[in-house]
């Protein structure tokens, strides 16, 4: 079966660092565009990162370079280590594929990354 | 690019059709010569699903009363007849620049 399975998240204090984790299983994650999108609670979707094929990766500018995103193609994972977390990057995480750039047509569950003390 | 949808709440009666609006604040024309215009589905509680990419190619699964078009900066969704299972919020997202979504239209039942 194809599916994306994300993980990591929780509560974190402002300033921390948490690593999110999505396994992707049916396919290869070097073999697509892969994606993390968020979503706050309430709130609407925001692109946050893009990584093509495991190669050149891509953020928003609004990140100001906290976030990395990254492949890992023996576990079939990508990562995205945040730090620096700020209140405002609470919410869902949804890891995405794409079958073209810029676009995600499946996504997993999402993870909820709460930033409060 | 600021995408922008209307209308933001959209109340419709069960086997009539509806609308939603897309707009642009610059043409999604790519140098290719694709626009990539792509519509999505996030019913209550679960993750998105997208239905339309490319501005009118509907996704492996998607039922056919959804349909999409447009050009450069305007688009629409249409549902031809509204079922139970189409509540939820939709959104478009542009792919030709850095990914932006549109704010979401929340479709739900009268």
């Known amino acids: 079966e194809v599916q994306l399975v994300e993980s990591g998240g929780g509560l974190i204090q402002p300033g921390g660092s948490l690593k999110l984790s999505c396994a992707a299983s049916?396919?290869?994650?070097?073999?697509?565009?892969m994606s993390w999108v968020r979503q706050a609670p309430g709130r609407g979707l925001e692109w946050v990162s893009i990584?093509?094929?495991?190669?050149?990766?891509y953020y928003a500018d609004s990140l100001t370079g906290r976030f990395t995103i990254s492949c890992d193609t023996w576990k079939n994972t990508i990562d995205l280590q945040m730090n620096s977390l700020r209140a405002d990057d609470s919410a869902t995480y949804y890891c995405?594929?794409?079958?073209?750039?810029?676009?995600?047509?499946?996504w997993g569950q999402g993870t909820l990354v709460t930033v409060s003390s | 690019v600021v995408m922008t949808q209307s209308p933001l709440s959209l109340p419709v009666t069960l086997g009539q059709p509806a609308s939603i609006s897309c707009r642009s604040s610059?043409?999604?024309?790519?140098?290719?010569?694709?626009?990539?215009l792509s519509w999505f589905q996030q019913r209550p509680g679960q993750s998105p699903r997208r239905l339309i990419y490319?501005?009118?190619n509907r996704d492996s699964g998607v039922p056919d009363r959804f349909s999409g078009s447009g050009s450069g900066t305007d688009f629409t969704l249409k549902i031809s007849r509204v079922e139970p299972e189409d509540v939820g919020v939709y959104y478009c997202?542009?792919?030709?620049?850095?990914?932006?979504f549109g704010p979401g239209t929340k479709v739900d039942i009268k």
């Open positions: 610059q043409s999604l024309v790519h140098r290719d010569g694709n626009t990539y």
């Open positions: 490319k501005v009118s």
């Open positions: 995405g594929s794409g079958d073209m750039p810029n676009n995600v047509n499946l």
């Open positions: 997202l542009q792919g030709t620049f850095w990914p932006t």
């Open positions: 049916g396919f290869r994650v070097s073999s697509k565009y």
């Open positions: 990584i093509y094929f495991c190669g050149s990766a």
